[in-house]
């Protein structure tokens, strides 16, 4: 029976500490380095490091290491999505989008192209297997849980796929490659979207995006400024509004609170705890479960942000999407964000937000919805 594993070796401690526990269990492993990005004009990508660090950590294991593009998948199916999401003044994760058409998707193909039965990742997640049925779970670090960003993979990739890290926590992780020897024990944790790296995001989306000027309102409708796009803020946001010198609104921080895509104008109100900005209830687009299809109705909690304390909630859906009445309010509610559900540890699968209900009985619509 063929159980050879395929590591998806990044280069990063995570995905090299999940090709050592695999290793030192006596498993067939193999080592698989995925390039998802092909374009880095201004040297931010760490690409070429990233690919010297998979072939150390490789040999250091005695491993075979494969090495695959999936730029072109990327561009068509998480890329193109991010920009016209974006466009449209929505605010989209494509990691999310990443892990369940590439990682999950192009990446487990080529998986069995290689002979493999199992994928594994370094992604701090669990999944539990019950008389065949499998089920994904947070990882034990609650800090570094990454079920949310999973709650859209395939549901028959969890039959394929292996989480070593899922009963570790990062300071254990680290400490097992320190003292594996391990040349990449030390090296930092990537952070924001890989393809901008560490340049400024407005600078990125400027080289894909024009600027579409437009009004800065209060929730009446005076106006209060200009913004150079609706793309360029996000909901909740404070920083980098540029608007000032109005005595009678003085003293008081303005938040984006919502975007009239239809005017392309943006809302801002005063203060972090404006009704505007509560939001009592969502709607999802159409939920992808990675569970089997619960009840039409089902009192769970859900999660809208990476790290984000989940929120009970009862849910309704259909195939069409879902309404979520929220038992606490939640702030600052993008339309484009991930709303991931959870039972218990159980992350029952997720759907993108395409309105919110505030406090004020206002509702924050996309145009893309």
């Known amino acids: 029976m063929n159980e050879r594993v395929i590591v998806a070796l990044s280069g990063g401690v995570d995905s090299a500490v999940a090709a050592l526990l695999l290793r030192r269990a006596g498993r067939d492993v193999e080592a698989l380095h ?16 990233d690919w010297q660090d998979a072939r150390r950590v490789a040999d250091e294991l005695g491993m075979p290491l494969h090495r695959v593009s999936f730029a072109a998948e990327y561009r068509e199916r998480v890329f193109s999505h991010f920009l016209a999401d974006y ?11 990443c892990n369940r058409e590439v ?6 193909d ?16 669990r999944i539990a297997t019950t008389d065949g049925s499998h089920r994904l779970l947070r990882a034990r670090d609650r800090e570094k849980d990454q079920s949310y960003f999973l709650q859209q993979m395939p549901r028959a990739a969890l039959g394929a796929t292996l989480f070593p890290l899922g009963a570790l926590t990062k300071g254990e992780v680290r400490d097992l490659a320190r003292r594996a020897g391990l040349p990449v024990h030390d090296r930092p944790d990537s952070a924001g979207i890989c393809f901008i790296g560490e340049r400024p995001f407005r600078a990125f989306l400027e080289t894909y995006l024009k600027p579409r000027p437009g009004p ?12 150079d796009g609706l793309m360029y803020h996000t909901i909740g946001q ?12 003085a003293g008081t921080p303005w938040y984006v609170a919502r975007k009239d895509i239809a005017r392309n104008a943006l809302i801002v109100v005063q203060g972090h705890d404006h009704p505007l900005l509560r ?11 990675l569970a089997a299809e619960p009840a039409a109705r089902l009192e769970c909690s859900v999660q809208v942000r990476h790290r984000q304390t989940p929120v009970p909630c009862r849910l309704e859906w259909s ?10 309010a939640l702030c600052a509610v993008a339309p484009g964000q991930h709303a991931a559900f959870y039972v218990g540890e159980e992350c029952l699968g997720g759907g993108v937000i395409v309105a919110a209900e505030s406090g004020a009985d206002a509702r924050v619509e996309s145009s893309a919805a």
């Not at 990682?103 to 487990?108: I, R, V, Y």
């Not at 939001?279 to 479960?289: I, N, Q």
């Open 319 to 328: 195939a069409g999407g879902a309404r979520v009445s929220l038992a606490t």
């Open 110 to 125: 080529y998986m069995r192209r290689l002979g493999g039965r199992w994928l594994a990742t370094g992604h701090y997640a």
């Open 216 to 227: 800065i309102e209060t929730a009446t409708g005076e106006p209060l400024g200009r913004h």
């Open 87 to 97: 466009a449209a003044g929505l605010t989209p994760n494509p990691d999310i989008l």
């Open 34 to 49: 995925m390039t998802n990005w092909d374009q880095d004009e201004a040297g931010y990508c760490t690409a070429a490091a």
């Open 279 to 289: 939001v009592a209830a969502l709607t999802t687009g159409p939920v992808a479960w």
């Open 238 to 249: 404070r920083h980098g509004l540029r608007i000032g010198g109005h005595r009678q609104h």
């Open 103 to 108: 990682k999950f998707g192009a990446c487990l």
